[in-house]
């Protein structure tokens, strides 16, 4: 199983809108998925209707107060595991070092026990406990960027955490890349693109070629509770998705056949 964490403390960059599309992309793939809600935020339990589907929760695993195969949701096209309300207060739930690899635990059990292909994790837009702990169970970061200046800021600081984590020996993350989301034809836009280019070369995080193009029927296809491919799959930022997501599986051979 390979974990792909979504992250960037910038909010509203398309973390969440991309973990789904690209859950639902690799599942029409033939690839077994897991997504996962590791967000106190729950954006995905709304974008995916979840509703009462839900008994437990990722914290209740991480807390052992049900089995994690007990707190799997199965959905039409791949797996969920939801968030909880409760992981905003994660910094006094996990106090201890050793906490922190409880997110890890998890997934190493996913791994072992459902021989998933892929585990998809959404992640808040902060530099928590919680964003540690989602660095040290990734094998690949995925780092969505929009054409805000703070977006830019964060690619730097997953680098900067991600760097730090390995020094001491807590993470085996490899930043896969950065993408561009909700692109418009601006001179802004082209400015945030030429920057994170040129921050690429500089600190060797790989930007993707394909970015994702501004269009309404991202949320149109949200208030429908499916994804955009399955809503609308001509428009340009399915199509976007399904190149990106071809470049992706692309990248992860290429890092495995090293
Ligand atoms: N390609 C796109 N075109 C148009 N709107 C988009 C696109 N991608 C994302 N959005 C919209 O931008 C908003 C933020 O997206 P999303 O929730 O995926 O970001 P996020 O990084 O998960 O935010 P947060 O940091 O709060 O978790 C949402 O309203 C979403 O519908
Ligand atoms: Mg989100």
């Not at 709304?46 to 437990?56: A, E, H, R």
């Not at 964060?154 to 896969?176: F, N, P, Q, T, Y």
């Amino acid at each position: 199983m390979k974990t792909i964490v979504l992250t960037n403390q910038k909010g509203g960059v398309g973390k969440t809108t991309s973990s789904s599309e690209f859950a639902y992309l690799f599942s029409q793939k033939g690839y077994k998925v897991i997504l996962i809600s590791f967000d106190q935020q729950g954006d995905l339990e709304l974008q995916l209707n979840i509703g009462d589907k839900k008994s437990f929760s990722l914290l209740d695993c991480m807390q052992a107060k049900c089995r994690i195969d007990e707190a799997i949701i199965h959905l039409e096209h791949f797996d969920f595991l939801a968030s909880d309300d409760d992981l905003s207060q994660a910094d006094k739930l996990f106090p201890d070092t050793v906490d922190a690899f409880l997110f890890n635990d998890t997934i190493e059990w996913l791994e072992e026990n459902l021989k998933y292909d892929f585990a998809i994790v959404d992640t808040a837009p902060s530099r928590s406990i919680l964003h540690r702990m989602a660095l040290m169970a990734a094998d690949y970061v995925l780092i969505p960027v929009d054409s805000s200046p703070g977006s830019l800021k964060g690619v730097s600081k997953i680098k900067e955490d991600i760097d730090l984590l390995k020094k001491r020996r807590m993470s085996e993350a490899i930043i896969l890349g950065t993408y561009m989301t909700s692109t418009r034809k601006t001179n802004l836009n082209k400015g945030i693109e030429n920057q994170l280019e040129q921050l690429s070369i500089a600190n060797g995080t790989i930007k993707f070629e394909n970015s994702i193009r501004q269009t309404v029927s991202v949320g149109e296809s949200k208030q429908f509770k499916i994804s955009l491919n399955e809503y609308d799959f001509h428009n340009n930022a399915a199509l976007d998705y399904r190149k990106l997501t071809n470049e992706i599986l692309k990248r992860i051979d290429e890092f495995h056949s090293k």
